[in-house]
């Protein structure tokens, strides 16, 4: 059994034997790929006990392996990559090996060939990754004691964070086993045969390395090959044609001449080259920044704020990945330690260098300092906040956006600022598609129907632009008739870029508008602004009713003629109107005549029963019969008490007091002064007339003020639809309040 486990193992590459999980392929190795330049398969890879640690795993069978040497390289170079834990060298996480396999886990990283052919990059971020390069083998040679002997394309990776660094130790020797040393058999090894040689190797390739110095000359040739080959985008397979500078900057030139000197003695080394490029050639604002990073954690707080700040405003070209890899880390961990005050700025770079980072990690580290952050009473916090939100917004769960930022959010409508007023309803339209339905058509509209109400023009204005861009994600049920009442709203504000808003708004939203619901409502909305003394007002709104007839018409065309039936019933009903009318006009003639002699026949009796009725109170000093002296046959009318609903609430102006009535003065109680009629006389009852209770006492101007606006009654909140809470009322009227309940 045991034997059969570990042939299954063997046959599935052993990938269960370490605690990582492997991923797609990056590079293929020889055993697979004749054509291959690596003796290694590199894949991506994930940790098992954290699936957010991100890795590339090298692992090679030696037992595919057909050249025995390779074995010996597979060997030195595992060898070499546990030891050297140096700057510029690609860090090493884990390092296992077996009868059959190799492994060595490395951070993530992709081969510089492969990583030029998916870049392109510029010369300064050429001369960055040379200075990494540069950095790596000065510390190998100096202290590592070690020369590393395959420095090409192929040996150098990419980090995320776009820093190059040192890997593929296969001819790798130091000092003390310099007399063994692979380098001799180099050109065998895929990587190294594929870079040209110095000239002393070609010559003799096994008295080349009699001493460490020597092997590191080596170092500093394949170096000088590496920079011509990147400036000039070449490959190079002949040293005489290393004679081409013009595309190398031209402070490096002399340095790198000196580095491709055929001489061993005149050749400098690569911590030559390095120390002398730090103060020339390599010294850049990306390169300061690496400077300052790699020694960080034993900066001031002073100096960390002062990198911060300057970052904000320094013009610079990283490599891709460098800021949201190398720059963030730092960034967050100064962000939790800082003051308030320093807040503000750190948070707008975070949310800035997190526009590109997998959404993974931005669930991890960004998403926990957002949530915190929108709960937080500080106005420069939110602002960054609502400013920054469409770098963010899609990054955010639709879940964590309902319950855990938008309760926070909405407290920006109640602030002072008019500033985080205004951005707050501009926010508003980027959130709006992630609400569900009761936070957008109840929460949401009913601060919007607040800031439409706003004193500030400006918020009022942005408020009806706000409501055009998320129309479409309101209610269906009671978005039409919302949308009405709050554009037709805007449609009477004083302020100009409100009512163009508003025609905007009903422009962009007539199809959410049916036939009918245009014609009685929207079109009595718009037709003031067609005498508005603004002629862009007026032309525009010219434009959006001719559009809304447009629809009418159209709608009216789809409606089927009479039928003849139908035609009929009209004729007939017109024809019973005339004889109605004829009959009335008639009536006109004849009509004082024939109430005479009604009134001449039933008055005596009917007088007398209407006195045997106890009066009332407004009927207690009506004259009777018996002190009028008035025939016996005519009918006295009776004018009872006015009630409230025949009182009216008039809108006039206000009169001298001498001409004013005094609706709590009751008329005079007397005997009134008879009237003649042809030959008969009437008398009319005293009146006692008290004022409605709805009749306001102080009159009611009929100018509209800056703010008259305001004073409608309009409410369109009360038709929402949401969910199982559906709020019913009667059809708000186009000049009913809204807003005023809340």
Sequence with gaps: MNFLAKTVASLSGGFSSIPYNFGDVIVTGVENDIYSNSIWNVYKGTSKSDKTVNCSIFMVDTKSVTDELFVDMIG????????????????????????????????????????LSQNDLTSEQLLFGLYNISEALKFINVEGATAHCNVNRHSIFVTESGEWKLFGFELATSAQNISTSLVPMGFRLPSFKDTLAPPEYLKDSQTCVQSLLQAIKIDAWQLGVLTYELFNDVKMTDSSLLNSFTKIPKNLVPYLRKLLSPSVASRCSPQQFFEVGTSTFFKSP????????????????????????????????????????????????????????????????????SLTIPKERFTDHIKPVILEMIHVPDRSIRMTLLTTLPLYVEKLDKQDINNRFFAAFLTGFNDSNVAIREETIKSSVLLAPFLNERPLNNELLRYLAKTQMDEAAEIRSTTILCLNKIASHLSVGSRSNVLIIAFSKSIRDPHIPSRLNALTAFNDNIDLFTPEECCSRVLSAIAPLLLDKFSTIRSECDRVFKLYMEKIEKAAKEIPDDTDDAIELVNDEMNKQENLKEQIGSFGDF????????????????????????????????????????????????????????????????????????????????????????KKSLSLKTLSLKPNANTPNTKISNKMDQNAWDDDNDNWDNDFEFGDNNIEGEEAEEDEGWGDQW
């Design 591 to 678: 009509g004082w005549s024939a109430l005479t002699n009604i009134t001449n026949k039933i008055g005596g009796t009917l007088n007398a029963e209407v006195n045997q009725v106890t009066p009332g109170p407004s009927q207690a000093q009506t004259p009777t019969q018996s002190s009028t002296n008035l025939p016996s046959q005519v009918l006295q009318p009776t004018i009872s008490k006015a009630t409230e609903d025949d009182s009216w609430n008039f809108d006039m102006e206000k009169e001298p007091s001498s001409q004013r009535f005094n609706t709590e003065e009751k008329l005079p109680q007397h005997r009134s002064k008879p009237i003649t009629l042809g």
């Design 76 to 115: 030195n170079a595992f060898k070499f990559s546990k030891v050297l834990k140096l700057p510029g060298v690609l860090n090493v996480l884990h390092a296992s090996n077996n009868d059959s396999h190799y492994y060595i886990v490395t951070e993530q990283a992709i081969p510089l060939d492969k990583y």
């Design 286 to 353: 990306l390169v300061d920044m690496v400077k300052i990073l790699n020694e960080f954690s034993l900066a001031a707080d002073h100096e960390k704020l002062a990198f911060f700040q300057d970052l904000q405003t320094e013009e610079i070209t990283p490599p891709n990945g460098f800021l949201e890899n190398k720059v963030l880390p730092h960034l967050l961990t100064f962000f939790k330690q800082t003051t308030q005050e320093n807040k503000p700025m750190l948070l707008h770079l975070i949310l800035k260098l």
